[in-house]
């Protein structure tokens, strides 16, 4: 069963040492509206909120493993300097140490990297998610907690097409359904950084 959740939630991520810093709130004034099994949050956030009901509290940790998995040095890559040039020059407005870059492989897949290091040939950039080798602490309540109508389901599936909120979703309209909210569901991605990331990746304009 695919459940329609609405929670107030506070994520920390914490470090390999024990620093603890605050990732994303959703105050019960603008909370967090999903709605499960279908791929907008982490599986395992979901599988310890799905079974709570409204009003209840919420508090547990999980681990990279977990969350995004371990941080890979190997996803950590040079490219040539020349794949991030505009019109024959560096694109030096985008293009410096600490930016985040959104990146295409050849499958057409896109994710985010953090430049690391510019050099009068190559660019480093980290690939691994910002979250990796990160535990995640959550803390919330569950504001609602009910079965999904098969139109709010459709209303989700038109959005995460990019058709469009759809009519009868049920959603509120003055917020985004979720997108970039809490989780850390907008961080993921199904696939491996470190295959087929080579020359195939470009920055979009």
Same mark, same amino acid.
């Given at each position: 069963?695919?459940?329609?959740?609405? +929670?107030? @939630?506070?994520?920390?991520?914490?470090? +390999?040492?024990?620093?603890? =810093?605050?990732?994303?709130? *959703?105050?019960?004034?603008?909370?967090?509206?999903?709605?499960?099994?279908?791929?907008?949050?982490?599986?395992?956030?979901?599988?310890?909120?799905?079974?709570?009901?409204?009003?209840?509290?919420?508090?547990?940790?999980?681990?990279?493993?977990?969350? @995004?998995?371990? @941080?890979?040095?190997?996803?950590?890559?040079?490219?040539?300097?020349? #794949?991030?040039?505009?019109?024959?020059?560096?694109?030096?407005?985008?293009?410096?140490?600490? +930016?985040?870059?959104? #990146?295409?492989?050849?499958?057409?897949?896109?994710?985010?990297?953090?430049?690391?290091?510019?050099?009068?040939?190559?660019?480093?950039?980290?690939?691994?998610?910002?979250?990796?080798?990160?535990?995640?602490?959550? =803390?919330?309540?569950?504001?609602?907690?009910?079965? +999904?109508?098969?139109?709010?389901? *459709?209303? @989700?599936?038109?959005?995460?097409?990019?058709?469009?909120?759809?009519?009868?979703?049920?959603? %509120?309209?003055?917020? %985004?359904?979720?997108?970039?909210?809490?989780?850390?569901?907008?961080?993921?991605?199904?696939? %491996?950084?470190?295959?087929?990331?080579?020359?195939?990746?470009?920055? %979009?304009?």
């Amino acid at each position: 069963m695919n459940k329609l959740i609405t +929670a107030s @939630y506070k994520l920390e991520a914490i470090d +390999a040492d024990g620093t603890k =810093t605050i990732v994303e709130e *959703a105050p019960i004034e603008a909370p967090f509206k999903f709605i499960t099994g279908m791929g907008i949050t982490l599986d395992t956030f979901e599988s310890n909120i799905e079974n709570l009901n409204e009003g209840d509290n919420f508090d547990f940790t999980l681990t990279p493993e977990e969350g @995004y998995g371990p @941080y890979m040095e190997e996803h950590v890559r040079d490219f040539d300097r020349s #794949l991030f040039c505009v019109d024959g020059r560096f694109d030096k407005e985008r293009i410096f140490v600490g +930016a985040e870059v959104p #990146l295409i492989n050849e499958d057409g897949e896109r994710f985010p990297g953090r430049v690391l290091e510019v050099t009068d040939k190559t660019v480093k950039i980290d690939l691994n998610d910002i979250l990796a080798g990160k535990s995640l602490h959550f =803390t919330g309540t569950i504001i609602t907690s009910r079965e +999904a109508t098969i139109e709010e389901m *459709a209303g @989700y599936i038109n959005m995460i097409s990019g058709e469009g909120c759809g009519c009868g979703c049920g959603c %509120d309209h003055d917020h %985004d359904h979720g997108e970039g909210c809490g989780c850390g569901h907008h961080h993921g991605h199904d696939h %491996d950084h470190g295959e087929g990331c080579g020359c195939g990746h470009h920055h %979009d304009h």
